[in-house]
């Protein structure tokens, strides 16, 4: 199930990306789930990872691979390799060791990721008897194949992509991502893939990595649930024919922009395919005294069970939003300034409900699939956005039954 259009969109080769997928069996035998990029040796690479103490292997050894000029990730669903111990390690090396023995290279060279079932060993044998087979399937346009095989309780692949003109040449970003389930990004909670033919330096381009995953990828919640695993990466080529971008330049604002703009778009997707989800929520709280209020007040709202079974109900209860907000941790919050919204029907205002609110017109907004959730603290003039589902039945059957 899923909230609105979910289409997978066009997606242009990029010049010095190629991408290989295969069904490797490692949870099931129905769709590709190893994927293999490749991008050429004038690329640079950046990336963000998961803040979950018990990180996985594969986020341990990309860490480390990151600042060794990185050739090819490597990745696979259906298990996490995260909670396995120092075998974890030894297992995430030799997948990388295994596939440099095919392309060439060296193993620092390999970004590996995992997603799927925490605390089973990865089966080595299975990724590397399919390795020959990703490899020999790398090409520029494989870009929803790569989508599929990253999926897990995905409903479906996600896909972003976007041109800009720089000095009258044509850049292309595109991105992949997944993710349903486990989704409270402390960057990063989820896996991403955004590739661009962009010529750029790797700590400008990491600096518009971090900068973009901020404000996309850490405004969105499903579940509240921090993943062991996750990660996101920006390759850049440098293969375009446009020039150099350099700091502080037009292009370097048009390019981070677009950035952000296929950011946004894919931690948007990720909501819609919440796990069980029927409604979008986005939680808009302005108003406050700094971005950190804003966005801890919208984040008390969209971790809210009792708020988000409501919202499946579509019953309009706004006493589970005011109560959110209350519990919220605003310091000397002035409770007569805040004002609650649906969409634009005011439902808080002076204190306490509106003169003016009905529950017909709040039942109107409830009915919709997609939601608006204001708050106005009337303390600054701070804003920001948080996107989060409801909690549905499925919700709680498809996580029930995840090993299964």
């Known amino acids: 199930m899923a909230v609105g259009q979910t289409d ?5 080769p990029i010049s010095g990306i190629q991408i290989g997928t295969t069904n ?3 949870k099931q035998t129905v769709r590709d789930d190893l994927l293999i990029f490749q991008f050429s040796e004038t690329a640079t690479c950046a990336a963000v990872f998961t803040q979950n103490a018990f990180c996985a292997a594969p986020v341990v050894l990309a860490r480390e691979n990151l600042l060794q000029s990185p050739r090819w990730l490597l990745i696979n669903s259906g298990n996490a390799n995260a909670g396995t111990g120092e075998q974890g390690m030894v297992d995430a090396r030799q997948t990388c060791d295994d596939l440099v023995q095919i392309t060439g290279g060296k193993m620092q060279q390999v970004l590996p990721f995992s997603t799927g079932v925490i605390g089973q060993s990865l089966p080595v044998e299975k990724i590397k008897n399919a390795l020959p087979k990703a490899v020999s399937n790398l090409a520029e346009n494989n870009w929803e194949n790569a989508a599929r095989a990253i999926m897990t309780t995905d409903t479906f692949p996600k896909g972003v992509s976007k041109e800009i003109s720089l000095n009258g040449e044509t850049i292309t970003i595109n991105g992949i991502s997944k993710g349903a389930g486990m989704i409270q990004p402390n960057m990063a909670t989820m896996l991403s893939f955004i590739a661009t033919d ?6 400008l381009l990491q600096q518009c990595l971090s900068n973009a995953t901020e404000l996309s990828f850490n405004r969105i919640t499903v579940d509240g649930d921090t993943s062991t695993n996750d990660a996101c990466v920006l390759m850049a080529s440098g293969c375009s024919n446009a020039p150099q971008i350099l700091a502080g330049s037009e292009n370097h604002t048009l390019f981070s922009a677009a950035i952000l703009d296929v950011a946004k778009a894919l931690a948007e997707l990720i909501v819609r395919d919440g796990e069980g989800a029927t409604k979008l929520m986005r939680i808009v709280v302005s108003e406050a005294s700094s971005d950190a209020e804003a966005v801890q007040v919208a984040k008390t709202i969209a971790h809210s069970p009792l708020v988000k079974t409501a919202f499946f109900a579509s019953d309009p209860n706004w006493g589970r939003i005011l109560a959110a907000v209350g519990r919220a941790g605003v310091v000397e ?4 300034k ?6 634009d029907v005011c439902i808080v205002r002076d204190g306490g409900r509106a003169a003016d609110y009905t529950e017909e017109a709040g039942q109107a ?6 939601i608006q959730i204001g708050v106005k603290l009337g303390r600054g003039d701070f804003s920001q956005t948080v996107l989060t589902c409801d909690f549905s039945y499925d919700y709680v059957k498809i996580n029930a039954e995840y090993r299964t």
Not at 8 to 12: I, Q
Not at 198 to 203: D, G, R, T
Not at 333 to 336: P, Y
Not at 365 to 370: F, H, T, Y
């Open 8 to 12: 997978f969109p066009n997606m242009p």
């Open 338 to 343: 805040i004002r609650l919204y649906l969409d």
């Open 198 to 203: 962009a010529k750029i330096s790797q700590p």
């Open 24 to 26: 490797a069996g490692i």
């Open 365 to 370: 907004v409830m009915n919709q699939a997609e």
């Open 333 to 336: 919050m002035e409770l007569e």
